[in-house]
């Protein structure tokens, strides 16, 4: 039984158009036992382990019980009742708030799922209406309190209808939340679930409109770091997601278009999103701040869905999972909104009701689980933009700044090099732990792009790795002019490209959070310390960068940007020197560099003696530099030697 238990909480709990952010819960029972998932797992991947065995003698037992009469009281016996209810070993365990719901069914399995069209109908004005034509075996609950109430009210309900029709349900609909189904096999579930939906579709005259639309991409990156700031919590700074297609774009022309979005549909809306998403005039940064203060003071939260009129959507969660999750949950409530169209309009919940679910401690449980996460790490929610990332140091230094904690932009002109290491981290890390972004750097409107892409997906820009290099070795008698040239543009002009845009949003956020430092960190080279030899167009770019890195310190040092730069060794063990037809071993003994080799095993020896520690220099060591360059405040317009020896600080 468990296994198919197991099969279908899986096929509905993987399909959105039936399960919101790992949300629903399905049951099994026999004569004596009740299967119900546990809360804080997710019906997609929910294992037969995670569902709580419920004694169903028990539960029943409970309807012959005078509960207080204080809603308090009432919800705390009621609750420490249920939990009695475990059988025994079940003791670690939670199960679903809807248990004593499921346990008044007769049928063997019992599915219960918010699906948006079901919605549609039981969030709308004409809904009972409705559902009484389009489903005469169903039965209708109106909007209720949920727990021991809820389920009190659909069991005088499922009585009722057994009573009159000598039938038992096999559908309840419940108003502002979603739907059951009840059947004694697999099959007959699924036959009523289609019956159902197929029912809906042919009643419902729109659907909502995700398709693409146009928005200014340089406004967005203005507005976004500034709800970032003014939603951070002490030192801790949200995700800010931007979100945006047409039927967005609809509901944020104007504060009557949103109206429909202003109260909560259901339950799970208050969970995620909190009670109430916040409607914003105008784009102007004064005025956003001022709007999120206004918020804070009124509901002592921050908002989780804000809309810019006229621009689209902001998701802010405490993480980029939980913004997306945000943002999943009200694309959901924008779906209801016009579904209700087709059944007389929507209708959200009533404020007692929302004010008591927000404050309902099983629905603060369930809240706090979707939360729960590791101890914060040396990085942890930084958002890190690392440029010619998808391999070599960069992908390294990528790699050590995910593991702890930081959400890296992987910007690389491979752009699918660029989305395959970032995928490889998010499998690593979690999902939104990494985005991928073609960029080149030595173009202005790649580079704006670059950052504009950054903020729109995390919120801001904490930490710019100006990492993107290149190397093109020889004499005055072999360099070409274009080399040179392509050198000069892509290790010294493409910095100061890349500091003009990641500044600029930096500037935003030190204007909302004056007490917040940010970073700019140059990977320069051991030859941005000392003339290399018949390589002087990259020595000279990275002398050059230098001093970039001393004259963008003074200048971006009110806005509480610092401005360093890590000078690493030989990286002997990266592409950069050990590629077969590209890499610098292949350059310097062609270029005869080095005198007397006659291998590329020559010339690595020959690279490895110079350095006093005995080693080229290795990715852990410049991500420990860029560690150190970031948790210290008092430090700008360093050039920090990373040579094992080889160069020191003068």
């Known amino acids: 039984m468990l296994s198919v238990l197991c099969e279908f909480s899986h096929k509905y709990g993987s399909n959105p158009d039936f399960v919101l952010a790992g949300g629903g819960n399905t049951s099994a029972k ?164 289609s019956g159902v939906m197929d029912k809906l579709d042919a009643v419902i005259a729109r659907c909502p409109d995700f398709s693409d639309v146009e928005y200014n991409a340089d406004a967005v990156a203005a507005v976004a770091p500034v709800i970032r700031m003014c939603c951070r919590d002490g030192e801790t700074f949200p995700t800010v997601h931007f979100v945006i297609n047409r039927e967005v774009m609809n509901f944020a022309q104007s504060s009557d278009a949103f109206k429909p979005l202003v109260g909560s549909f259901t339950p799970d809306h208050i969970v995620y999103c909190k009670a109430h998403p916040l409607f914003i005039e105008s784009a102007d940064g004064e005025a956003v701040s001022a709007a999120i203060a206004e918020y804070r003071a009124k509901y002592n939260v921050c908002p989780k869905v804000v809309f810019v009129k006229g621009m689209g959507m902001f998701a802010v969660g405490s993480s980029r999972r939980d913004a997306a999750t945000v943002e999943s949950v009200w694309l959901d409530a924008i779906k209801i909104a016009v579904y209700s169209e087709s059944f007389g309009g929507y209708q959200p919940m009533s404020d007692e009701l929302i004010d008591f679910i927000t404050n309902w401690e099983v629905e603060s449980y369930r809240s706090k689980v979707a939360l729960a996460g590791a101890a914060p790490k040396r990085l942890e929610r930084k958002v890190a933009l690392v440029t010619g990332s998808a391999q070599g140091f960069g992908k390294g230094i990528a790699e050590a700044m995910a593991q702890e904690g930081a959400y890296v932009i992987i910007a690389d002109m491979n752009e699918a090099g660029a989305r395959a290491c970032a995928d490889e981290l998010c499998e690593r890390f979690g999902a939104g732990a990494a985005a991928a972004v073609g960029a080149n750097v030595s173009d202005e409107e790649s580079v704006k792009a670059m950052i504009n892409n950054t903020v729109l997906e995390y919120g801001g820009l904490d930490v ?133 080799a006659k291998t590329v095993d020559d010339v690595r020896r020959y690279y490895e003696a110079k350095v006093p520690l005995g080693r080229g220099c290795e990715v852990k060591d410049v991500t420990r530099a860029i560690f150190y360059i970031i948790e210290q405040e008092y430090e700008t317009g360093q050039a920090v030697p990373v040579t094992g020896g080889q160069s020191m600080l003068k």
Not at 481 to 495: D, G, H, I, Q
Not at 507 to 515: N, V
Request: proline content about 5%; aromatic content about 10%; overall charge negative.
């Open 30 to 193: 026999d004569d004596d036992y009740l299967y119900i998932k546990g809360s804080g797992s997710s019906l997609a991947t929910i294992k037969p382990e995670q569902f709580v065995k419920m004694d169903r003698a028990k539960l029943a037992s409970m309807w012959q019980k005078d509960y207080p009469a204080a809603e308090d009281e009432r919800e705390a016996a009621v609750l420490a009742d249920m939990m009695a209810a475990k059988a025994p070993g079940e003791e670690s365990k939670r199960p679903s708030v809807e248990t004593l719901l499921h346990n008044l069914f007769p049928q063997i399995y019992v599915l219960h799922v918010h699906p948006a069209k079901v919605n549609g109908l039981t969030c709308s004005k004409n809904g009972s209406a409705y559902a009484s034509e389009l489903f005469p075996e169903a039965v209708w609950i109106e909007s209720t309190r949920p727990g021991y109430i809820l389920a009190k009210v659909c069991r005088d309900r499922l009585n009722e209808y057994e009573r009159l029709t000598g039938k038992t349900a096999k559908v309840l609909f419940l108003a502002n939340h979603g739907i059951f189904f009840a059947a004694d096999t697999p099959e007959e579930l699924d036959s009523i679930v």
């Open 464 to 596: 710019f790795v100006n990492n993107a290099g290149i190397v093109r070795a020889g004499g005055l008698d072999e360099m070409t002019k274009s080399n040179f040239e392509l050198v000069t543009a892509v290790n010294y002009t493409a910095y100061f490209l890349c500091v003009k845009y990641a500044s600029k949003i930096m500037k935003i956020q030190r204007e909302y959070a004056p007490d917040c430092l940010f970073d700019i960190i140059e990977i320069n080279s051991k030859s941005g310390l000392d003339g290399s030899k018949k390589n002087f167009a990259y020595a000279g770019s990275k002398f050059g960068g230098i001093g970039l890195t001393e004259s963008f310190a003074l200048e971006l040092c009110e806005y509480g940007i610092k401005v360093n730069a890590v000078c690493p060794g030989n990286f002997l063990n990266g592409p950069l020197w050990s590629d077969p037809e590209k890499g610098l071993f292949v350059q310097y003994l062609n270029a005869g560099k080095v005198p007397g």
